[in-house]
């Protein structure tokens, strides 16, 4: 499913138009869809108060009181302008209201403030006061709205967007609707995905509202992944495939302080599906790995005060004649022999690699990265440091911060986090749907970059490795949600559950992408 920002959005409007849908069509198909939501959010009927602004968002407010009241509902609508600064078709919308004798008050009446301050006394709030085209600081009555929304205590809807959160940015323009649910349209748009908008939108959900599919299908620069567009990219193996068929993988990881960050990218690898996995560290966490996973194959480095140092490199560059991908990185500290062991190997390494974590700080510090084919994986602090900002820079602009990443190191880049995002140089940015808020524990990581090398072992480009890869992580994730809880399942957890995360995916059992656990 494609991302379509503001001015996309009005493209879209703009070329169903052109198809003879027009604005009256649609926003009466947008109020239908505000009012099916309202239904399932009460399906014993109740109070319902509509926060309509002037202009279209308005419009499909009106729409929806309308319809709510025909169904059943005790409605009435506040609307933060006088009745003559409507706009043309939020104004036509109004008039059918009136007829429907849905109360409607405006901000010039004397009662106005009144109903604010009584928005606790209502069952649900439907906030359609800005959508996707707002600008500039909220103000005035749309402001005093919005405060007294959030203070009301109310569970809130959100028509299309939360009041005063940007739609290309996710920032909000002073302040903003903590909304409980939204529901979007035609597509999904990026506030969903950062900034202040992620969190505000709550659960959310898209209506096409009957866009022509040719509209919705059309390229913008951002997808968000579905279980059918991945699922074309899971590797198949043969019947007769055997294990150096199935990928023969690298993983220089660990030192004797983190000896868990090996050990949890060797078991993501397995997990993962790799054929061989062949660990490279410290001769103790060599031994530590072996009494957990003995199905690892081991090369013991030389070591310097508990970490890998730089002799090791020949050893590691003899072994890209038998294998086909390796991981770099997690948990091999920063100790400066590290960085001179990525330098020596690196200049000669021409197998596709992860690079993470400590590999991703010494690439900040200045070392160069292999001329082989990569996927970075980069949480916002590392990012920080590959880009030479803060994280509160990375944050506050994911979407920009992975593409550059990408432009500026020419690799695959992954931006972990809720709703993970993918780059590269020529396609478009990628999200990842999956995961939930009980992955924020340590490992997760780890586990996350012996699936991708994993995926790159078993011949995956590394765009489709990496999105497999954290699609794939996630929903694992989800499968642990369920089974276990949502908090405080582990990395070794996920892990384990990444096989079937892979059948749920090949099966497309019934998944849904927007919910946060599995049904």
Same mark, same amino acid.
């Given at each position: ?440 524990? #340590?490992?997760? &990581? %780890?586990?996350?970059?012996?699936? @991708? =090398?994993?995926?790159?072992?078993? *011949?995956?480009?590394?765009? /489709? +490795? ?7 992580? #996630?929903?694992? &994730? %989800?499968?642990?949600?369920?089974? @276990? =809880?949502?908090?405080?399942?582990? *990395?070794?957890?996920?892990? /384990? +559950? ?11 059992? %019934? ?9």
């Amino acid at each position: 499913m494609w991302i379509a920002n503001a001015e996309q959005s009005r493209n879209l409007d703009r070329q169903a138009a052109e198809r003879g849908i027009g604005v009256e069509t649609l926003m009466e198909r947008a109020g239908q869809a505000v009012c099916d939501e309202i239904g399932v959010l009460l399906p014993f009927s109740g109070k319902v108060v509509f926060l309509c602004g002037k202009g279209n968002n308005g419009g499909d407010g009106f729409v929806a009181a309308r319809l709510a009241k025909n169904a059943g509902f005790e409605v009435k609508c506040l609307c933060t302008s006088p009745e003559e600064d409507l706009g043309e078709d939020a104004r036509s919308q109004f008039l059918r209201c009136a007829e429907a004798v849905v109360p409607v008050t405006f901000a010039s009446d004397a009662s106005f403030e009144k109903a604010l301050e009584d928005l606790w006394m209502a069952d649900l709030i439907v906030d359609a006061l800005l959508g996707t085209g707002a600008r500039g600081q909220i103000e005035g009555q749309i402001l005093s709205a919005i405060k007294a929304a959030n203070a009301s205590g109310t569970p809130i809807l959100s028509v299309d967007i939360p009041s005063g959160i940007d739609c290309d940015s996710g920032k909000e323009l002073g302040e903003s609707i903590r909304t409980d649910t939204t529901i979007t349209f035609g597509l999904p748009k990026p506030y969903l995905f950062q900034n202040v908008g992620l969190e505000h939108a709550g659960d959310w959900k898209v209506d096409s509202i009957g866009f022509p599919s040719e509209l919705l299908e059309q390229p913008t620069p951002m997808r968000l992944m579905d279980k059918e567009w991945i699922a074309e990219r899971v590797p198949v193996r043969s019947r007769g495939s055997h294990k150096g068929d199935s990928g023969r993988l690298l993983i220089v990881a660990g030192s004797d302080k983190m000896s868990g960050a090996a050990a949890l990218a060797v078991r993501g690898a397995m997990r993962g599906g790799a054929g061989l996995v062949t660990l490279a560290s410290t001769p103790e966490v060599c031994r530590r790995v072996a009494t957990q996973i003995p199905e690892c194959l081991l090369m013991p480095l030389p070591t310097v005060a508990g970490a890998i140092s730089a002799e090791g490199a020949d050893m590691v560059l003899e072994w890209m004649d038998k294998g086909n991908a390796a991981v770099f990185g997690p948990g091999l500290s920063q100790q400066d022999g590290v960085g001179e062991f990525f330098a020596n190997v690196w200049k000669s390494w021409s197998l596709p690699a992860v690079i993470d974590a400590d590999a991703l700080n010494a690439v900040g510090s200045g070392t160069q990265l292999p001329n082989s084919p990569a996927v970075l994986t980069p949480h916002p602090g590392e990012m920080a440091r590959l880009l030479s900002k803060k994280t509160d820079d990375i944050e506050r602009d994911r979407f920009g911060a992975v593409a550059e990443c990408a432009k500026r190191y020419a690799k695959v880049s992954i931006l972990k986090g809720v709703y993970s995002l993918i780059a590269s140089t020529e396609k478009p940015t990628l999200v990842n749907p999956t995961g939930n808020s009980g992955m924020a524990t #340590g490992g997760m &990581g %780890d586990v996350l970059s012996g699936l @991708i =090398g994993a995926l790159l072992a078993q *011949a995956l480009y590394p765009l /489709d +490795a990496a999105a497999l890869g954290v699609y794939m992580h #996630g929903l694992a &994730g %989800d499968i642990c949600a369920r089974r @276990i =809880g949502p908090i405080g399942y582990t *990395a070794s957890e996920l892990a /384990d +559950a990444l096989p079937s995360a892979r059948v749920t995916i090949v099966s497309s059992c %019934d998944y849904d992408t927007f919910s946060p656990y599995l049904d």
